[in-house]
T-cell receptor
C-alpha cells in the first residue's frame, strides 16, 4: 500500500544550524511534491513545490531535494531561527488515481535560541 | 482577501447530534477540499470538489458524513449522527485554477469535540 513516512520524533537543533527533515514514500510515483508548514492551532501553509524532473528547489533559506530513485525528499532550513519552530508536512501528488495530495504526518522542528 | 473562512472555530456537541461545518473558499478558486486532522491519523483528505462538483469522496469515513457545495463561495460538511471518534480538527482548503505551484490555501480549522 502507499505510504508516506516522516520522522515522528521532534527534531531539536540550535539556532543558526541547518535543519534537515526527511520524507520517504513507498508505492508512489508522484508528479510533484509539496512541503507545508503548520503552526499550533493553525492550518498548513504552503512553502515549496518540487516536480519529478527537478533535483533541487530553493527559496530564501529553504531548500528541497527530490530523489525519485530513493523515493525521498529532503527539506533543509539553513541558518535556522526560533521562528522556524513548527511542524513541517510533506505532500506528494499523484497524477493518477485520486489525483490529490496525500499528506505525511509531519515532523516537529524545535529551534533553540 | 480574507483567505479561507471556516465556521464555527470550535464546536462541542453531544453524541448523536448533527454537526454542520461551514467553509467559504477564496474568491476565484475553483477547487475545495475538506480534511480531518487527528494525532493518530494525521491530515486526511475527506472529499474534494472541482467547480462545485464532488470529484472524490473516497475519504469520507461513513455514510454519517456528507458534504455539499451549492455554489462557488460556500461548502458544508455535515455529520449526522456525530460520535466521539469524530472529534478532530476539520480543515477546509481551496485552490485556484492554474498557477506554478498548485498550492492549497487552508482555513483556520474547526475543532470538533463530540462528548
Amino acid at each position: 500500500s502507499q505510504k508516506i513516512e516522516q520522522n515522528s520524533e521532534a527534531l531539536n537543533i540550535q539556532e543558526g544550524k541547518t535543519a534537515t527533515l526527511t520524507c520517504n514514500y513507498t508505492n508512489y510515483s508522484p508528479a510533484y511534491l509539496q512541503w507545508y508548514r503548520q503552526d499550533p492551532g493553525r492550518g498548513p501553509v504552503f512553502l515549496l513545490l518540487i516536480r519529478e524532473n527537478e533535483k533541487e528547489k530553493r527559496k530564501e533559506r529553504l531548500k528541497v531535494t527530490f530523489d525519485t530513485t530513493l523515493k525521498q525528499s529532503l527539506f533543509h532550513i539553513t541558518a535556522s531561527q526560533p521562528a522556524d519552530s513548527a511542524t513541517y508536512l510533506c505532500a506528494p501528488f499523484m497524477d493518477t488515481g485520486r489525483r490529490a495530495l496525500t499528506f505525511g504526518s509531519g515532523t516537529r522542528l524545535q529551534v533553540q535560541p | 482577501d480574507a483567505g479561507v473562512i471556516q465556521s464555527p472555530r470550535h464546536e462541542v456537541t453531544e453524541m448523536g447530534q448533527e454537526v454542520t461545518l461551514r467553509c467559504k473558499p477564496i474568491s476565484g478558486h475553483n477547487s475545495l477540499f475538506w480534511y480531518r486532522q487527528t494525532m493518530m491519523r494525521g491530515l486526511e483528505l475527506l472529499i474534494y470538489f472541482n467547480n462545485n462538483v464532488p470529484i472524490d469522496d473516497s475519504g469520507m469515513p461513513e455514510d454519517r458524513f456528507s458534504a455539499k457545495m451549492p455554489n462557488a463561495s460556500f461548502s458544508t460538511l455535515k455529520i449526522q449522527p456525530s460520535e466521539p471518534r469524530d472529534s478532530a480538527v476539520y480543515f477546509c482548503a481551496s485552490k485556484g485554477i492554474a498557477g506554478p505551484y498548485n498550492e492549497q490555501f487552508f482555513g483556520p480549522g474547526t475543532r470538533l469535540t463530540v462528548l
